[in-house]
């Protein structure tokens, strides 16, 4: 049972746009950023969003990050068949003092 | 471009200690912080620890007891020993660095993984 509660999956087709919600609570979303990874097959995660919203150089500007009081979204506007992948929301847990995952969403490309 | 490789056994038995190194190439060491990240089979991501640049450590709290993190500034490495394994521990290890920041930061990059399996 992950800290951070994601869906399981997502799926959508080229071109659309689709997002994946991460719930937390006040220790950690609430009162930490959130921060986003790929994981595509095969391949160690790599960070997409950091500081809630900001992306790191390389990362395409089609993935946005957000986030409001204990929840956070990542939305994949214009989504593309490489985008299908494991996707990772994480924040620092101030009750656990420790980084907390949520247990990840199976994005399909249809 | 800073990479990290990392290294160690990949087959444990039972009540062995895992050990794993992660090397830090092509960036600087000093003024992060370093961590482990496992995967299971199949599963999510589970946070182990990590150790900043003062020598710190941040243990998640259901893996304290058997988790040792430290670093070797003089080869840009830092370690991971993890004690008393079981089959539970069978996981893909991943090392990290986190920048230093205020708003206690992110994971980039990340190391290529390493597969540990422990069987009897």
């Known amino acids: 049972q992950s800290v951070l509660t994601q869906p399981p999956s997502a799926s959508g087709t080229p071109g659309q746009r689709v997002t994946i919600s991460c719930s937390g609570s006040?220790?950690?979303?609430?009162?930490?950023?959130v921060n986003w990874y790929q994981q595509l097959p095969g391949t160690a995660p790599k960070l997409l969003i950091y500081?809630?919203?900001q992306r790191p150089s390389g990362v395409p500007d089609r993935f946005s990050g957000s986030k409001s009081g204990t929840s956070a979204s990542l939305a994949i506007s214009g989504v593309q068949s490489e985008d299908e992948a494991d996707y990772y929301c994480?924040?620092?847990?101030?009750?656990?003092?420790?980084?907390?995952f949520g247990g990840g969403t199976k994005l399909t490309v249809l | 471009q800073v990479q990290l490789q990392q290294w160690g056994a990949g087959l444990l038995k039972p009540s062995q200690t895992l050990s794993l190194t992660c090397a830090v190439y092509g960036g600087s060491f000093s003024g992060y912080s370093w961590s482990w990240i496992r995967q299971p089979p199949g599963k999510g991501l589970e946070w182990i620890g990590e150790i900043n640049h003062s020598g710190s450590t941040n243990y998640n709290p259901s893996l304290k007891s058997r988790v040792t993190i430290s670093v070797d500034t003089s080869k840009n490495q830092f370690s991971l020993k993890l004690t008393s394994v079981t089959a539970a521990d069978t996981a893909v290890y991943y090392c990290a660095r986190v920048p230093p920041s205020l708003l206690r930061g992110w994971f980039d990059p990340w190391g290529q993984g390493t597969l540990v399996t422990v069987s009897s």
């Open positions: 500081n809630n919203n």
């Open positions: 006040s220790s950690n979303i609430g009162s930490n950023t």
């Open positions: 994480a924040a620092w847990d101030d009750n656990l003092n420790g980084r907390v």
